[in-house]
C-alpha cells in the first residue's frame, strides 16, 4: 500500500522514518513517498495519487486549505479547523481529517504531563496551524485563551470563530498584552536561526511552560529559557502524535509513540 506526503517544500520532512517506525510496529509493509506537489496544481498531484493507487496521504504546507477545499466529505475536527493534513478515499470519495489539534494535545497532556484545564493559555499567531488545533484545545476546558498576533484584527476573527466553545477566549495584538500565563504556544514562524517578534515584559512567571509547535532550537525557546520559563518543549512530539493519529485513520490501529519521538530526537 502505497501512501504518501505532499508539500512544497517536502524534501526535509521526516514523515517517512515516522509512519515506517509505526508500520514496523506490526511488521506491515509501508511505501511512504515524499511528493513536491506544484504550486498551480496541488489538486491534480492529489488526483493522480489516488488514481493510481494511492491508499491514503498527510498534507503539509502550503496545501492544508486547498485540500479542506477538494474533500467531499470532512471529519467535524477538520470542518471547524478549516484545514486538512490526512487525506484517504472511500467509496471513490475523497476524505479528510485534521490531526493537528489533536496530536499537539496528546504531546502535551500525556508525553509532557503538563495540565490544560483551566490553565491561562497564550497562542502567539493566528494562521491556519493555530485554527487547527483551536477546538481540540478549547476541548481541554483551559481557564481562557488569548491569541496574539501582528495583525489583530485576524487573531479578533479567529477568536470569535471559535467563541461557542464554553471557555473566554479573546484576540488581539502583540503588545498589550499582560501576564503572566500558565502556558504559552507559539505559532508564529521565525525560522530556526530568525528572530521572535518584540514581546512585552511579564508574560512568563515562575510558573510558565513555553511550547513551541515546530521542532528543534526555535528563537522562541530561547526567548522563553531567558525569561526564566519552568519548562520548555519543541513540537516534535506533536509531528509524531498527529502522524499517529493519521496513521490510526488509515490502519484502524493507533502506533505505541514513546519510543518513535525517542528515536527522531536521537
Given at each position: ?67 479542506w477545499e477538494l474533500c467531499d466529505e470532512l ?156 519548562q520548555t518543549a519543541d513540537g516534535l512530539g ?29
Amino acid at each position: 500500500m502505497v501512501f504518501a506526503l505532499f508539500g512544497n517544500p517536502v524534501h526535509h520532512s521526516r514523515s517517512p522514518q515516522i509512519h515506517t517506525a509505526f508500520a514496523a510496529q506490526r511488521e506491515q509493509p509501508m511505501d511512504f513517498r515524499l511528493i513536491l506537489a506544484p504550486l498551480n496544481d496541488f489538486a491534480g498531484s492529489v488526483q493522480e495519487f489516488f488514481s493510481t493507487g494511492g491508499v491514503g496521504a498527510n498534507v503539509t504546507l502550503p496545501f492544508k486549505e486547498q485540500a479542506w477545499e477538494l474533500c467531499d466529505e470532512l471529519s467535524d475536527r477538520a470542518r471547524h479547523a478549516g484545514a486538512v493534513n490526512t487525506l484517504w478515499q472511500k467509496d471513490g470519495r475523497l476524505c479528510g481529517d485534521n490531526t493537528d489539534g489533536i496530536g499537539m494535545v496528546t504531546d502535551i497532556r500525556d508525553n509532557l504531563h503538563w495540565p490544560l484545564a483551566h490553565q491561562r493559555i497564550l497562542i502567539l499567531g493566528a494562521g491556519g496551524a493555530v485554527r487547527g488545533v483551536l477546538g481540540p484545545l478549547l476541548d481541554e476546558h483551559p481557564a481562557h485563551i488569548r491569541i496574539a498576533n501582528r495583525t489583530a484584527e485576524k487573531a479578533r476573527e479567529l477568536s470569535l470563530m471559535f467563541a461557542g466553545h464554553g471557555v473566554p477566549i479573546f484576540g488581539g495584538g502583540l503588545d498589550n498584552l499582560a501576564g503572566p500565563y500558565d502556558l504559552i504556544i507559539n505559532a508564529i514562524s521565525a525560522g530556526l536561526g530568525g528572530s521572535m517578534p518584540e514581546l512585552p515584559g511579564g508574560l512568563i512567571g515562575p510558573q510558565t511552560r513555553c511550547y513551541d509547535m515546530i521542532y528543534g532550537d526555535t528563537p522562541f525557546l530561547r526567548w522563553a529559557a531567558q525569561q526564566g520559563a519552568a519548562q520548555t518543549a519543541d513540537g516534535l512530539g506533536m509531528l509524531v502524535e498527529q502522524a499517529a493519529e493519521a496513521f490510526s485513520v488509515w490502519h484502524g490501529w493507533r502506533p505505541q509513540t514513546k519510543a518513535v519521538i525517542e528515536q527522531m530526537r536521537s
